[in-house]
């Protein structure tokens, strides 16, 4: 399968804009799939072509404006699409299939109960393991989610829920423009605690044989989310701009935690099956504040290419770290960062294949992740909390939130921060390429 390249994507970016994606996933086939609708909208540049990606298990149909087009193109992950219109529909259905290793529909079936637990995962380019798209970060769009499941299930998305209009049928409110790698869900026999802060719907799910754990420890995992999100709130302008904010811990997560807006996952680990150190607990308390400051830096505003991946990393470090030390009763969060964090970038950096801290070129959405380790996160972090010493903070926020603001719900690159913090604190250095261009 071809990964999408840097100059495919500045092209096909400046072919086409997306609209919106009406996904309407169905989940009671049993069995290894499952099967997606999408509709796709969008508008182009008349009489051109251009692709959209995904990886059926079989394509069961493929309906481009008023033309049916034979499901046998597909080449490789690849739907060649031509004479596009000015305005154009996009509908293609499929079977899917259902992943066991944390890309796109992960499915587990939890050895203690017997239930089925599925989530989905769209980071970096898997949201066409769940349905067709055309999977890149700078075409945002707003996605509008139906689900067919078990009736028993709990189904939650990256929006609020609007209508149960049947047993086993969810319905989603459009969610605000996302980029593809954020789109989410969970559905299952989830166990959930509700609460509420500051306008804010809050949720946590578990797999129901945690639900003890979850519960022991529910009042601590709301309060750190509600003290985060009050010193976000002092921090930036923009309110929380993605109206529920639910945090599902869900079973064989790859990573430690994923920013999808709305619907943030993270490993079940942080449900502590026994008794833990503080430190545990502080390093749970950083994650939640690590995923709730990519609900702006990086979900809000969105890199507009995987060379920013690191810058998008370092700053939910310099910030999540930042905002467990000044809003939660975990106040030696800094110290912790430099004893653990910092030491993993140390070691990353003494090793041959030690690199700078950006990029120079990231040709492919796979390079994305090469590379990617404790240099693109805590090195990251620590040239992000220099620069703040440097510019002063106000002059930092004031810089951000100017970012936050000519940004919101599109995409911008490192010279765009530069240049909004460059302005804020008239610090002309800032925006020349001798500083954007960083050599390590
Ligand atoms: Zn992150």
């Known amino acids: 399968m071809p990964s999408l390249t840097r100059v495919e994507a500045t092209a096909r970016g400046a072919t086409i804009t997306v609209e919106s994606y009406q996904v309407d996933i169905d989940l009671t086939g049993g069995g ?109 769009a707003s996605f509008v989610l139906a689900v067919t499941a078990p009736p028993e299930w709990t189904v939650v998305g990256n929006a609020e829920l609007t209508a149960n209009p049947a047993p086993g049928r969810w319905e989603f409110a459009p969610t605000a423009p996302l980029a593809t790698y954020f789109f ?37 995992i709301f309060t750190v989310t509600r003290q985060c999100l009050d010193r976000f709130h002092e921090l930036f302008t923009e309110r929380y701009p993605f109206g529920k904010y639910d945090q599902a811990f869900v079973p064989e997560f790859n990573a430690g935690a994923m920013e999808n807006p709305g619907i ?58 930042r905002v467990t030390a000044e809003a939660t009763r975990f106040d030696q969060a800094w110290t912790t960062f430099a004893m653990r964090r910092k030491a993993w970038g140390y070691a990353a950096d003494q090793r041959p294949s030690t690199h700078p801290v950006a990029p120079e070129e990231v040709a492919d959405a796979e390079e994305g992740l090469l590379n990617f380790d ?29 970012h936050f603001a000519a940004h919101r719900f599109g995409n911008a690159t490192l010279a765009d921060l530069l240049a909004s913090l460059s302005t804020a604190s008239a610090r002309s250095e800032l925006a020349s390429p001798a500083v954007a261009s960083n050599d390590g």
């Not at 950083?286 to 060379?307: C, K, Q």
């Not at 690191?310 to 999540?320: P, V």
């Not at 693109?376 to 951000?400: I, T």
Request: with cysteine; proline share 3%; hydrophobic share 45%.
């Open 32 to 140: 290894d799939l499952f099967r997606s609708r999408v509709e796709i909208r969008f508008r182009a540049t008349p009489g051109a072509a251009t692709f959209a990606e995904i990886k059926p298990h079989t394509l069961l149909g493929v309906r481009l404006n008023d033309r049916d087009l034979d499901p046998g193109v597909l080449a490789d992950n690849r739907l060649p699409l031509s004479d596009l219109e000015a305005d154009n529909t996009l509908v293609v259905e499929a079977e899917m299939a259902y992943s066991n290793t944390g890309e796109g529909m992960h499915r587990f079936v939890d050895p203690a109960d017997g239930e089925t637990y599925l989530y989905a995962v769209t980071f970096l380019d898997n949201v066409q393991r769940i349905f067709a798209a055309f999977d890149q970060p700078d075409l945002k």
């Open 184 to 220: 989410s869900l969970i559905a299952g026999p989830y166990h959930v605690r509700q609460a509420e802060h500051d306008g804010v719907p809050l949720g946590i799910y578990c797999r129901r044989s945690l639900a003890e754990h979850l519960d022991a420890d529910a009042e601590e």
């Open 264 to 321: 943030v996952t993270f490993r079940d680990d942080y449900v502590f099956r026994s008794a833990v150190t503080d430190t545990q607990r502080e390093l749970r308390a950083t994650t939640i504040a690590h995923e709730m400051a990519h609900m702006w830096f990086g979900d809000l505003v969105t890199m507009r290419w995987w060379d920013d991946l690191w810058l998008n990393e370092s700053f939910a470090e310099y910030l999540g770290t």
């Open 374 to 402: 404790g240099i693109s996160y805590a090195k990251g972090a620590s040239v992000l909390r220099q620069l703040v010493a440097w510019l002063g903070d106000e002059a930092f926020l004031a810089g951000l939130n100017a």
